[in-house]
């Protein structure tokens, strides 16, 4: 494997990055260690808003997003017609339990002060195989 040299302002670094790999032990191919899986849905009108949380709070560099999603929750309907025009977005992301308690308070924060959007968060344990 080749070296790689990071140089920093201070010093400059060489290591021999380790070969990834899987349980089948090919090391082109190293599983993301993810733990938990994170789904958000919620109006179009706070995706801007969850992006800017994430990046402020370095969580969910990695994620799926579904735009256009409909659906009836709590709040009211969106489902993308001329009686309920809107509709969500929902955000896949898996993450680690740090990650993850770090989203949930940026569920609760942003559903604090949106009170009557509908935000809905749902957390389940997850393997990547």
Known sequence: M??????????R?????????????????????????????????LEEDFMQAFAERRVAARYTKLAGVMGAGYS???????????????FI??????DCATIKDIVWDLRDKYRTEGIACFVSSAEEV
Do not use: H
Not at 93 to 98: A, H, K, S, V
């Open 2 to 11: 080749d070296k790689i040299k990071l140089e920093t302002k201070k010093e």
């Open 13 to 45: 670094v060489d290591f021999t990055p380790a070969p990834l790999k899987s349980k089948k032990g090919d090391p082109q191919f190293a599983p993301a260690g993810a733990v938990r899986r994170v789904e958000i849905i919620c109006t179009q009108a």
């Open 76 to 90: 009211n309907p969106c489902l993308g017609d001329a009686i309920w025009p809107q509709l969500n977005t929902m």
């Open 93 to 98: 992301i898996y993450c680690t339990e740090d």
